[in-house]
Every structure is written in structure tokens, then in C-alpha cells.
């Protein structure tokens, strides 16, 4: 364990050629691999040269963090295909939401728990995913030659999407629903490149080159927005 401007770290020594440093959800844990050749003293330098962007981390973490915690009163704000919206909560019977300008109206029983509501949003996003992947999904099919045995959607907090290489089967992050329709169209388009590489190697990225010759901008639009918990 080492300590840095009063920040534990935990140092793990592997059969490594490189150190990597994380800074791992949700709490913003920090941890160093390092080889097994390496003095702590070495390793104690390359954290310190770190230690302005673990601190950027750490606070984009407390962040994420204060942005779930929410209760779905008015006056919150949530993303929806990238665009964000000012909640307004309404009371009624049935619940609802409804996109209107740049505010999303959340009718709810004027009883219902925070966690109630919360359900029921990731409910509405799941409903707008789906859409969405129906829509998007056959022009990726065809641009990847890759047809899925099957597809569903997941609350994730550490994945946009996985493959099942085994059974082709995809899964999708709820999440998705907050970020540009591009994003999305790139997680299918990455996750169908699965089904003809299995890891992220040359020839993985030279499809991604070929399908989706932006997808590296595209990537950091995907992960540069905040979300739940979300690397
Ligand atoms: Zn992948």
C-alpha cells in the first residue's frame, strides 16, 4: 500500500510489462500493477507523475455518485439520446414520462418512494433502447455481415455492451439510452465485430477502421458524458 497526497493505493506486483494504474467504480479505489522487477521506489514516482489525473477521477467518481443519489423531483436533470432534459414531476395515477421541449415529464403517485420512480425511468429507458436497437441494429448487420443468435438489454454500471462469443448472443446497457444514437450505433457495431474477433486485437480494429471509420471519436463522446457509476 502506498500513499499519495493522502490517497491509499494499492500496489499489486505482476508478471507484467507495464504499469497500470486504475481508478475503479464506484468508489474510485486506486491500484497500481506493476512487473515484478520494479522497485516500490519506481512505482512511487510513475503514481506521483499521476497524481493530478487520479484526483480528476476520484472527483468525476464523487460526481457519478451524487448523480444517482437522485429523487426524481423537478428541478433534476437526465439525458435522453444525449440531450438533456429538466425533470418536472407531476402527481397522478398512472405513471409516466414524456419528453416535452427541453423537459421530461414524470408523472408519478405522489407517494411513490425515490427507488419507485427510479424503477420506472430505467423502465422507460429500456422501452426507448429497444426502440432504438430495433431501428439501428439491421444497418449494422448488414455493414458487419454479423447476425446476432439474440439480443437484450441490462442495467449495467461497468459495460456498455457485451458478446457471448460462444452463443452470439449480445447484451446492452440501459445506459446507452442517455447518450448520442452514434454511441449506440457504435456499441452494436463493436459488439457484432465480436462475432468475428473475439479480443480487441489488430484485426478487431481494423473492422471497427472499416465499418465505423469515426468509431474513435464516437468512443470518447461515449465515455466522456456522466452516468451511474459508469467507467
Ligand atoms: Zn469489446
Known sequence: MLTISGIP?????????????????????????????????????????????????IAKYDEQARQSEREYVSG??????GKQYYLQTEYGKKNSMVLSGDKAILTVRKESSAALRECFVREWYREQLKTEIERV?????????????????????????????????????????????ECLEYV????????????????????MDKFMPLWREVKVTLNGQTLDFME
Not at 76 to 81: D, S
Not at 151 to 167: E, F, I, V
Open 137 to 181: 441494429l439491421p444497418k449494422c448487420i448488414k455493414l458487419t455481415g454479423c447476425v446476432p443468435a439474440g439480443w437484450q438489454t441490462k442495467y449495467m454500471t461497468s459495460k456498455w455492451g457485451t458478446c457471448n462469443t460462444d452463443t452470439g448472443k449480445l447484451w446492452f446497457n440501459l445506459q446507452l439510452a442517455k447518450k448520442t444514437p
Open 188 to 207: 452494436i457495431i463493436h459488439e457484432l465485430t465480436h462475432l468475428l474477433e473475439r479480443t480487441h486485437n489488430e484485426r478487431f480494429l481494423a473492422y
Open 9 to 57: 493505493i494499492e500496489v499489486c506486483k505482476k508478471n507484467i510489462k507495464n504499469m497500470h494504474l486504475y481508478v475503479k467504480p464506484p468508489n474510485g479505489d486506486v491500484s497500481v500493477s506493476a512487473p515484478l522487477s520494479m522497485s516500490d521506489e519506481a512505482i512511487e514516482r510513475f503514481v506521483r507523475t499521476k497524481a493530478s489525473w487520479i484526483k480528476r477521477q
Open 76 to 81: 433534476e436533470t437526465l439525458y435522453v439520446w
